[in-house]
Each structure stands twice: as C-alpha cells, then as structure tokens.
C-alpha cells in the first residue's frame, strides 16, 4: 500500500507542486501541504486544491481494494480503516532544517495538530460506536463548505462505482481542543477492477 501511494503521489504532483510526507505507524499516515508560498514560479489557485482533495479520495478507495484483493495472499488477515481530516484553514508551516521535514508552526496552528491525533479514536456523537470502521472512508471535517464539497466527491465516486450508495453524516463527541467536529462516511466498494486515470473536477462537474 506504501508503495502504491508513492507512485499515486508522483501523478498528484502533476497537478500542482505540494509538500507530501508519509509516516508508517500501526497503517500508513500522509500529510498533504499546498499553497502559494510552495512554489513562485506557478500560479495558485482552488481548483487545484480540489483536485488534490478528489485525488486523494480516489487513491485511498484504491489502495482499499487493491489490498483486499491481495489479503488472501498474506499470512495475517488485517482489516483496513481509512480517515482523511479535511481541514479548510490556513495553517503555517516552516522547514525544520536539523530534521530536514516541515512542521506546523505557531501556537493557533497547534489545533491542527490537536484534531489529527484524535480523530482516530473518535466516537459518533450519543453511540459507543467508533468512526473508524474496516471497509469505511471516513472524512472529518468542521465546516459546512467542507461538507458540502465532499458531498460532491462523494456522489461523483459513486457514480463510478468507487464507493457504496449510501453517504451518512456524522456528529462526532467533542474532541478535547475541539467541538463541532463532523464526519461523512462510505463504503469503499473492495472489487475496483483496475488504477484509472486521475479524476478531476472537470470530470466531476461533466457529471453533474
């Protein structure tokens, strides 16, 4: 799965240059940074974040399927939970040279941080049932254009078979540092046959 993301990445990177970074803990974890300030010799614009964002929506509903269609291979059978935090706040960030790597900088932007080591452990809002489910993408979010915008993934994904035909909307209980926290959450349809091209929001919006 690491190596597919790698070679996915090198694609994403044709859409607009972005900082990437990849951890490997108990899954594999990925960090996506764009803006501006990345790169002076191109343009900036939202489009391109929506690209990003549709891009990785459809590299996580593949690296899904590609494993389970490899598990029967592997000698322990693990289940797989995908989360994607999608946050619609400008953050700063800053090149830690001793680390050779970015981090977050500044005490508000510490939030950010906050809400992406919790979410894992997230309960839906009144139930003792977890976010994060196997065969499940789960996007959390706090505002309602992000919402909004994902719906709009979501439904062009179905329309290709990505995903499954029901969409839920999701409270979360209050994270410590954070509240109105939500999440919208799919089934990953696990028998995509193959890689496709990488969508954009062109073909999203010739579907429309």
């Known amino acids: 799965?690491?190596?597919?993301?790698?070679?996915?990445?090198?694609?994403?990177?044709?859409?607009?240059?972005?900082?990437?970074?990849?951890?490997?803990?108990?899954?594999?974890?990925?960090?996506?940074?764009?803006?501006?300030?990345?790169?002076?010799?191109?343009?900036?614009?939202?489009?391109?974040l929506y690209n990003l964002r549709l891009w990785q929506l459809q590299v996580t509903c593949e690296m899904e399927a590609m494993y389970y269609e490899k598990q029967k291979e592997f000698p322990l059978q693990l289940e797989v939970a995908s989360l994607i935090l999608a946050y619609d706040i400008p953050i700063t960030i800053r090149y830690r040279i001793d680390e050779k790597q970015f981090d977050v900088d500044g005490a508000y932007n510490v939030r950010y941080e906050m809400i992406k080591k919790r979410i894992d452990k997230a309960f839906i809002k009144n139930t003792n049932e977890r976010l994060t489910q196997p065969h499940?993408?789960?996007?959390?979010y706090s505002s309602n254009a992000i919402e909004k915008e994902y719906l709009?993934?979501?439904?062009?994904?179905?329309?290709?078979?990505?995903?499954?035909?029901?969409?839920?909307?999701?409270?979360?209980?209050?994270?410590?540092?954070?509240?109105?926290?939500?999440?919208?959450?799919v089934d990953i349809n696990q028998s995509l046959q193959k890689v496709s091209d990488i969508f954009t929001i062109e073909d999203l919006q010739a579907v429309q």
């Open 1 to 48: 799965m690491s190596t597919f993301l790698d070679k996915q990445q090198l694609k994403a990177q044709e859409i607009f240059p972005h900082y990437f970074e990849k951890f490997k803990t108990d899954g594999i974890e990925h960090n996506l940074y764009i803006g501006q300030s990345i790169t002076k010799y191109l343009n900036y614009h939202p489009t391109v």
């Open 136 to 140: 499940k993408l789960a996007v959390v």
């Open 152 to 185: 709009a993934y979501f439904e062009f994904l179905q329309a290709k078979n990505y995903i499954g035909s029901t969409i839920e909307i999701l409270e979360l209980e209050e994270l410590q540092g954070a509240s109105g926290i939500k999440a919208l959450r």
